[in-house]
Each structure stands twice: as structure tokens, then as C-alpha cells.
């Protein structure tokens, strides 16, 4: 990955050296262009680490999990304050999975995709394309070791690339999880455990918004940290697309974190006057 | 009903004119030019072309269909060769140059051609965004990436800390436009996302730069004194501050940041002072009664039933209590309660602090000394009267949005609009089932006493497909002369020409849009921000290059109005350094106020007539008397709801008068 890199580096030093024989674009057809265009995009895709790539694959289980919290909304009968932020949460995080799952295909990576079965989450690993129009989604009759039920210790190993150094995972311990409050039972900060998602299924009206807002500061305040781990390793998230995608996930969250907890204060205790 | 009328009328006095040509030869020939080919339609009364064209445009890189409406295209020119699949950002503007700011570095274009701008320099120097502006001599550009380097190398850093990483302020020295010379850097903490360059009128020797940088803080180890903890823990914290650079215009590579003003502090909590007489009686009542009540934040508060179960679940685990508690216990309980939910407040890691931390954007407008900060979960409204101690005066959540992105003030700093950068700009979100109060603008009104009241939404109406990345991004008033009239950028949603006179209605009179880039979701573009400079439409397209467009005359903007805004002419322009637009009087001027008071209507068709012939005659002839008199008539006549406006025309028939 790294020589990739490098050898990214220098295409790039390559094309910015023969700056002073640059032609004017004008004088290029609509077609020309275009393939310069798609030739320059091509060229930076090949500009990430394994940590980029964990990161992605990462966040998109992250984000699925807010999902499957905030489709509990409608139906369990939270205030239609909480349900709107619920249906921007499921906008939002839907939007930015396509996008990552996008990350990763046009990278020639698998790209895991989540369903839901009431809180039981099963994934499955998109894959690239051989040829040309990006990502498809993969044969529901998969090999059986591409897809597996994910319980609520969100067990990753399975999905771990051949040849790729996950070893910034090491040292956590996935067999012995402590489904209590805490946020340490799995390798990604802020999920939910299946006890929370259990309770928050099954919570009602108020408390089912009480709760929910709770747990989902707790879930975003997750995806904040990952993205400080990201930019926390050598060279990560150097590429344009890398860079704006984890720093727009951790704009957005943390705007979002301080809404919820605006919203959290307001509902856990009222004002007598006003 | 009123244009009928309006030409029932104007036929009779053609009529009657023409009558009487053998006695006079000189107003039949006026007549016409002073009767506009387009007769001035109510914003309230758009019909806008449908079905919408935006909808359904082909798909394509630089051959996408397009959709126009009362503009006109007049030029389009892909980016110079280095800068073809990168991204184009921000633009500032400087004589006839255009500086668009791309991550990849600078593009200067001359636009004294604007049906060919010409390209000028294409200054290699990658750092996103890149976001650009300028003061005399000097050209700012933001760097916030990764990868952004000192040297201006396009090799990147490929370590955590990196002695040679840009992540600050650069600035050139553009005395000679052509050829910008790198002169000085202002590293910070947190790097420049965007920056704003705030002139104060009181100083001349000085210019002030305000950074606004929403990514993660640097290490320590790269940039001594940064730190990432919360403020609580660490005064000096990069969290919850924005940085004022201030630049010597002389010497510029002595900038430095003077101030790390923490304009977001207690934004969660309502202005404190403690509890009153009263308050601790009442207080003391409530408790007595039973209630579960406590002082915070200067108020009385009170737990709710549900939540005060759940925390006595959570106290009796503490306790080790088993079963149901008993009196005493209950009592203990009850006394622990508020430090419970009090130290609920505190508990999540960021959720902690309520409030902000950063600001993406501020608009500064330093002739009102007022700026409107975008940031995060809130809209600011700030004072900046004192460039480095910038005050804030009122600060604006909203449930509908998501991500404050950028402000933009009406020329009388009556109104200001904020911008919803929902999803960041990389998603669609302006499907036909993405609501409109999402990733629209926020209108506000300012009120006497300095606070922001919430009129109204406005969000680009054309329906994008999911290919099409589209939210409220950046733009910019025109001097259309009293009126409220914006251009705005929305990514591939193309861009929106609106009318936000009414604070409570704005209304679209005029678009252009593009089909998507590519319809299996690669590559990503649209525009980042289209600006007026100088008479013209200034587009940065992120991927297709640099659009210029001018204004074509319609119902809802004629062409008396655009001459009036062509008359305003800046020697630069930085948008977020907002400009007051002063019109010169002229009589396009006069005119233009002429079709706006016909528009309303607010004059009777006589005196509109009147006017329109008077002008036309004293601007054919030179007429002075005829000036004056319909000053005067128009200033006596002044009042009502539109008396303003009036007076504004008289003032401008007077100084025509001379």
C-alpha cells in the first residue's frame, strides 16, 4: 500500500513537471477532456492506506446501526422532534454509506453492506466490479463465508482483507465482552450493545426518546473518536475524498451531538417557570 | 388586470401623441424608449417555465444538457491542464482578475473578455479548500488537508507530524496580479477550512484575517501549543475558539494570530446571574410540595417522573439497595438527585459542551460592524466593531438544520441568510423526496436590539436526481437597487437566482443547471459558488471549470435594474468581506426605481407615465427643469409603504437635476 503511494506521489510530481508545456484545455474536444478528467480521478484513487480502508469499512457498520435505531422512531412512538432528527439520521447516514461502500469498489475493495433483522444485523461484502460501472451488489446466494451473523459483540475478523495489516486491532479482546453500559464491548467506540438496542426496541413515547437521544450522542461521540484515530496513523486520509468524507462525518456528528444534547437537557428536566 | 390597463393607457397616449407630431416633433420619437419592452411583473405574480427543464437534463462531463432562465451563458472554460480533475473552490476578486482557488492551488483568470477570460497563472500549490480572498497587494489562501505542504510540494505528508505540513494561512504578494510571489504562512491548530478578511474602517494600517477551521487539531509535536482537550481541562485549547490574524499591510510576513476570541462560550445556557429572592422561595415551596426541583442555570428545573425512576434504578445499583428503597433512603435520594442529572450533563465526552466548537464560515460586513457566523449546530450574530475582541450578540439553533455553512447579509444589514451544508455537499440531497427546509437557507431578520427572528426558507425548487450532489452552498447580493437579490450555488443542483426582498416569500427569478457529471455516481462537481462581481455572474464549477454569466432583462427584473447594478463597480471583492454597494446616481438608477414603484404598484399609471416620459426626455436632452420638478413631485408624494423607494428616486432625480 505504501509503494502505492508513492507511486501516486510521483505520477502526481510527474504531471505538475511538465506544467510549462501544458497545452490550453480549450483547445481540447468535449472527449479529451473528458478522458484527462476521468484519467486525474483514476490516478488519485490510488492514493490511501489501510487505514483508510478500515476506516470505511468501519464507519459503514458504524452508521448502519444508527439506522436500525432510528427506524424505532416512528413506530415506537417517539415525539415528532425526535422523529425528525431520526428521519435526518437515516437520510444522512444512508447517503454517506452509499458513499463509502462507493470508496471502497471503485478502490477494487469489497465493501460491506448491513441489514437489519429486527436488531440482529447480518453483512454482506459488495463486490467491485470486473469491469467498468462501479460496485453491484453481490449474489444473494452467496458463498456462506461471505455473509454472517453479526451479534452483538460485532465481531470484524471475518471481514478483514487478505494481506492487509489490521493489526491496530490487536489487543482487543472480542471474545470476552462485557455487554454492560460501558462502551468498550466492541472494537468500534460508541455501538450500541444488543442489551441497548434491545432497550431502546422496546422503549416507548418519552422514554423511548430520552433514550434514544442518549444513546445516539453515545453512538455519534463513537463515530468522532474514529475519525480522530484516522487521521491519527501515517499518511491517512491524504486523499481529497478520504479527507473531506471523515471530516464531514465529524463536523456533521459533533453539530449533531450538541443538538441532541440540547434536546436530552430540555426533556430531562422541564422548567417550572417560563 | 394592471398590465391591460397599463397598456389601454400607453395605447391611448401613442395614439394621442402621434396625433399631434405635425405640431411637435419632438416627443413621439421619445416615446418609446421611455416605455420598457418588458413591463414589470410582482415576484408574488412568477410564472416560471414548465415543467422545470432542470428536470431530466442529460448526463455529461463537458457535454451535460443545460437548463437556463434569464441568464445567459457566456462562457464556459475547462480548467488549465494540472488543475482537470481536481477540485475548483472558493473565488475572490481583484481589478478585472478573477482567483479562483482550487485544492490544488490558485487559477487567475483576466476577465476583461468575460466571453473569453483569459488565463493568467496556474499557481501549483495543493491544500484543500484552497478558499481564497484579497486585500491590496495581498492574495490569502486557506489550507486545511492533510497533504498540504509549505514548499507547495504535490507529494504530500505521508507522517503524522510533518515539519514541512501547511495547515494555516498562506500568503502571496499579487502587486503584480500575473505572478504571485509566496511570501509568509500563518500555521494554526486546526488549519483554515475558510477564512474571512475583515477590513475595519478605523484601521489603515492593518488588515484581519478570521480563520474558521472545523477539522481535527494537529499534534502537539507538529505545531507547539495545540491541544485537543476540552477547554475545561486545558485553557488553551484549539476547541471552542476561532483565531484573528492580524496581517501588517506593510509587512506582511510579520502576521501573526492576535487574538483566539472563544465566541462560543456557555451558547448552551441562557445568560445566568444568581437566583433571586424569589427564585430560592419559590424553590423551597416546590420542594416542599414534593417536587423533584433544583437551581440550574439560574433557573428552576424540575426532573421528569420517567427520568427521575430512571435514575433511582441507577441509584439503587450504586447503593446496593435491594428491593423497594426505604424513606430514608428515598430522602437521600431525592437530595443526590440534582448532582445526578447535573453531572448527566457533563458526562458524554463531547456532548459535554452544548455548544459549537468551531465556526465553518463568517461573513463579515464591517460598514454595519456586524458578522454572521456560521457554525456547526448555530447561526452567530456577531459584533465586530473590535476586530481582534469580536462580541457576540445572538446565536440561532434550528431543528431543520444541520450544518450552518456560510451568512450572507442584505445590503442594509436588515436580513441575514444562513446556509444549511447538509451531508457536507458530497450527497444529494435535493431529491424530489428530500424535504425543503433540509439543506436550504435560513432567512432572518435583525432586529433593533441585535437579535436574529426567523422569517422564512428557501430552497433551490428543481428536483436533482441521486446522482447529482446538491445542498445550499455559496453566493452572493447583487446591486440591484432596492431589492434583495441573490445568487446562490447549489453544487450540481446548478445555481438559483432569488428574490428575498420579503423576508417571509422569497421567490426564483432565474436559474441555470446542468445534468449530472455521470449517472453511476463517480467523479462529483457543480457549483461551489457563483459571486456578482463588477456586472457579472462568476461561477466556479468544481470539475467543469469557470462559467461567466451576465443577466437577461425579464418581468421580474428588467433591464432598467441591471443597468443600476452595472453601475456599481469594486476594485475587489471578497464576498465573505462583504461589501455595501453604493449606486452612483445615474438614470438607470432613476429608472430602475421607476419599474420597481410600477412593480409594486405604488404610484398611480399617471404618475409612473410621467415619470418614465420626464426621465426620458431630460436624459435625451439634457433636460434639467423637468428633473427637478419630478423630484419634488415624487418627494411630496412620498409615503405609505413605499415612501422610502420614493424618496430614494427623488434623491436621485435631484442629483440628475445637478
Redesign the interface.
Known amino acids: 500500500m505504501k509503494i502505492k503511494?508513492l507511486i501516486a506521489?510521483l505520477a502526481?510530481?510527474l504531471?505538475?513537471s511538465?506544467?510549462s508545456f501544458?497545452?490550453?484545455?480549450?483547445d481540447?474536444s468535449?472527449a479529451e477532456?473528458?478522458k484527462?478528467?476521468?484519467?486525474?480521478?483514476e490516478?488519485?484513487l490510488s492514493?490511501y492506506t489501510d487505514a483508510d480502508v478500515k476506516f470505511m469499512e468501519d464507519m459503514i457498520i458504524h452508521h448502519s446501526q444508527a439506522l436500525v435505531m432510528s427506524r424505532f422512531a416512528p413506530i415506537n412512538g417517539a415525539s415528532e422532534?425526535v422523529q425528525?432528527?431520526a428521519a435526518?439520521i437515516i437520510?444522512?447516514q444512508l447517503?454517506?454509506i452509499?458513499?463509502m461502500q462507493?470508496w471502497l469498489l471503485?478502490r477494487g475493495l469489497d465493501a460491506p453492506s448491513v441489514e437489519y433483522d429486527g436488531i440482529e444485523s447480518v453483512i454482506t461484502m459488495l463486490q467491485p466490479a470486473k469491469e467498468n460501472?462501479?460496485g453491484h451488489m453481490s449474489d444473494p446466494s452467496m458463498d456462506k463465508e461471505d455473509a454472517m451473523m453479526m451479534r452483538g459483540d460485532m465481531d470484524m475478523e471475518g471481514m478483514d482483507h487478505e494481506g492487509e495489516d489490521h493489526s491496530e486491532h490487536e489487543g482487543m479482546d472480542h471474545d470476552n465482552m462485557d455487554h454492560s453500559m460501558h462502551m468498550d464491548h466492541s472494537d468500534m467506540v460508541g455501538m450500541l450493545s444488543m442489551e441497548q438496542l434491545a432497550e431502546l426496541r422496546d422503549a416507548e413515547g418519552?422514554?423511548f426518546d430520552?433514550l434514544y437521544l442518549e444513546y445516539m450522542?453515545?453512538h455519534h461521540?463513537g463515530a468522532?473518536?474514529m475519525?480522530?484515530e484516522l487521521?491519527?496513523?501515517?499518511?491517512?486520509?491524504?486523499g481529497?475524498q478520504t479527507?473531506?468524507?471523515a471530516?464531514?462525518i465529524?463536523?456533521?456528528q459533533?453539530?449533531?451531538?450538541?443538538?441532541?444534547?440540547?434536546m436530552l437537557?430540555e426533556?430531562?428536566?422541564?422548567?417550572?417557570?417560563? | 388586470m394592471k398590465s391591460s390597463h397599463f397598456f389601454g393607457l400607453f395605447g391611448a397616449m401613442v395614439v394621442l401623441l402621434a396625433s399631434c407630431t405635425t405640431q411637435s416633433n419632438m416627443t413621439y420619437s421619445e416615446m418609446p424608449a421611455a416605455t420598457p419592452a418588458i413591463t414589470p411583473v410582482p415576484v408574488t405574480e412568477v410564472e416560471s417555465p414548465a415543467p422545470d427543464p432542470r428536470v431530466g437534463l442529460s448526463p455529461?462531463?463537458?457535454?451535460a444538457g443545460d437548463a437556463i432562465w434569464n441568464m445567459e451563458l457566456l462562457s464556459t472554460?475547462?480548467?488549465?491542464?494540472?488543475f482537470?480533475?481536481?477540485?475548483n473552490s472558493d473565488l475572490a476578486f481583484k481589478d478585472n482578475y478573477i482567483i479562483q482557488g482550487n485544492?490544488d492551488g490558485v487559477i487567475i483568470w483576466d476577465m476583461t473578455d468575460p466571453t473569453s477570460p483569459r488565463?493568467v497563472n496556474?499557481y501549483?500549490c495543493p491544500a484543500?479548500q484552497s478558499d481564497v480572498s484579497v486585500y491590496g497587494d495581498l492574495l490569502f489562501v486557506s489550507g486545511e488537508?492533510?497533504?498540504g505542504r509549505i514548499d507547495c510540494g504535490?507529494?504530500?505528508?505521508?507522517?503524522?507530524v510533518s515539519e514541512d505540513r501547511l495547515r494555516g494561512i498562506r500568503i502571496f504578494d499579487i502587486s503584480d496580479v500575473e505572478n504571485p510571489e509566496y511570501v509568509a504562512n500563518v500555521q494554526t491548530c486546526r488549519g483554515s477550512h475558510t477564512h474571512s478578511v475583515l477590513k475595519d474602517p478605523d484601521d489603515d494600517e492593518n488588515v484581519y484575517v478570521y480563520v474558521s477551521g472545523?477539522?481535527?487539531v494537529r499534534p502537539e509535536e507538529e505545531l507547539p501549543g495545540c491541544s485537543?482537550a476540552n477547554p475545561e481541562e486545558d485553557q488553551n485549547s484549539a476547541l471552542f475558539r476561532i483565531e484573528v490574524i492580524q496581517v501588517p499591510l506593510d509587512s506582511p510576513e510579520d502576521a501573526a494570530i492576535a487574538s483566539s476570541p472563544r465566541i462560543f462560550d456557555d451558547l448552551?445556557a441562557p445568560p445566568t446571574h444568581g437566583p433571586s429572592p424569589a427564585d430560592v422561595d419559590?424553590l423551597e415551596q416546590?420542594q416542599a410540595e414534593g417536587?423533584n426541583?433544583f437551581m440550574?442555570r439560574g433557573?428552576?428545573?424540575?426532573?421528569?417522573d420517567?427520568?427521575a425512576a430512571?435514575l433511582l434504578e441507577t441509584y439503587k445499583e450504586e447503593q446496593e439497595i435491594v428491593g423497594e428503597p426505604t424513606e430514608d433512603q428515598m430522602a437521600t435520594f431525592k437530595e443526590a438527585l440534582p448532582d445526578m442529572?447535573i453531572e448527566?450533563?457533563s458526562r458524554?465526552?463531547?456532548?459535554a459542551?452544548?455548544?459549537?466548537?468551531?465556526c465553518?464560515d463568517i461573513t463579515l460586513y464591517p460598514e454595519i460592524g456586524l458578522a454572521g457566523g456560521a457554525c456547526?449546530?448555530y447561526g452567530l450574530l456577531l459584533d465586530i466593531t473590535d476586530p481582534v475582541n469580536p462580541v457576540r450578540l445572538d446565536a440561532v439553533?434550528d431543528?431543520?438544520f444541520?450544518?450552518?455553512h456560510s451568512a450572507t447579509f442584505t445590503n442594509d444589514g436588515s436580513k441575514v441568510l444562513f446556509t444549511d451544508e447538509?451531508?457536507?455537499?458530497?450527497?444529494?440531497?435535493c431529491r424530489e423526496k428530500?424535504p425543503m427546509e433540509?439543506g436550504a437557507n435560513a432567512i432572518f431578520s435583525i432586529t433593533e436590539d441585535k437579535k436574529l427572528d426567523f422569517d422564512s426558507y428557501y430552497k433551490m425548487p428543481a428536483p436533482q436526481t441521486e446522482f447529482e450532489n446538491c445542498v445550499a452552498h455559496n453566493g452572493s447580493i447583487l446591486p440591484i437597487p432596492g431589492r434583495d437579490i441573490m445568487i446562490q450555488s447549489w453544487y450540481e443542483g446548478g445555481v438559483s437566482l432569488f428574490d428575498w426582498t420579503d423576508p417571509e416569500n422569497p421567490v426564483e427569478i432565474g436559474y441555470h443547471d446542468r445534468g449530472p457529471i455521470s449517472v453511476?455516481?463517480?467523479?462529483g462537481g457543480g457549483s461551489w459558488s457563483i459571486y456578482w462581481y463588477n456586472g457579472y455572474l462568476v461561477n466556479s464549477e468544481i470539475?467543469r471549470?469557470l462559467d461567466i454569466f451576465d443577466l437577461k432583462a425579464n418581468p421580474y427584473l428588467t433591464q432598467n435594474e441591471i443597468d443600476a447594478s452595472k453601475t456599481v463597480e469594486l476594485d475587489y471583492l471578497n464576498v465573505q468581506g462583504q461589501p455595501m454597494y453604493e449606486w452612483p446616481a445615474s438614470f438607470a438608477l432613476a429608472k430602475a426605481y421607476v419599474d420597481q414603484l410600477d412593480r409594486d404598484p405604488a404610484m398611480p399609471e399617471e404618475m409612473i407615465q410621467e415619470l418614465r416620459a420626464g426621465i426620458a426626455r431630460a436624459e435625451a436632452r439634457g433636460d434639467k427643469e423637468v428633473l427637478q420638478d419630478l423630484a419634488s413631485k415624487v418627494a411630496s408624494n412620498a409615503t405609505g409603504a413605499h415612501a422610502q423607494k420614493m424618496t430614494k428616486l427623488a434623491e436621485t432625480l435631484k442629483s440628475l437635476a445637478g
Open positions: 503511494f506521489t502526481a510530481v504531471l505538475c511538465s506544467h501544458a497545452q490550453d484545455t480549450r481540447l468535449p477532456l473528458e484527462l478528467y476521468w484519467d486525474r480521478i490516478e488519485k492514493i422532534e425528525v432528527l435526518r437520510n444522512a447517503d454517506e452509499k458513499i462507493r471503485d460501472d462501479g418519552p422514554l430520552e450522542i453515545q461521540n468522532v473518536v475519525v480522530e487521521f491519527s496513523y501515517d499518511g491517512a486520509a491524504q481529497v479527507y473531506k468524507l471530516s464531514d465529524q463536523v456533521d459533533r453539530s449533531e451531538i450538541a443538538r441532541m444534547q440540547r437537557n426533556r430531562i428536566v422541564s422548567s417550572v417557570e417560563e | 455529461g462531463l463537458f457535454d472554460t475547462p480548467p488549465p491542464p494540472d482537470v480533475g481536481s477540485t485544492y488565463l496556474d501549483v484543500s488537508g492533510l497533504g504535490t507529494q504530500g505528508n505521508d507522517t503524522r472545523s477539522a481535527s485537543a448552551s419559590k416546590l417536587r426541583v440550574f433557573r428552576i428545573r424540575e426532573v421528569s420517567d427520568f430512571r442529572v448527566m450533563y458524554a465526552d463531547y456532548g459542551e452544548t455548544g459549537p466548537d468551531q465553518h456547526e449546530g439553533a431543528q431543520n444541520s450544518y450552518w447538509w451531508g457536507g455537499g458530497g450527497a444529494p440531497k428530500d433540509w453511476d455516481g463517480g467523479g470539475s471549470g
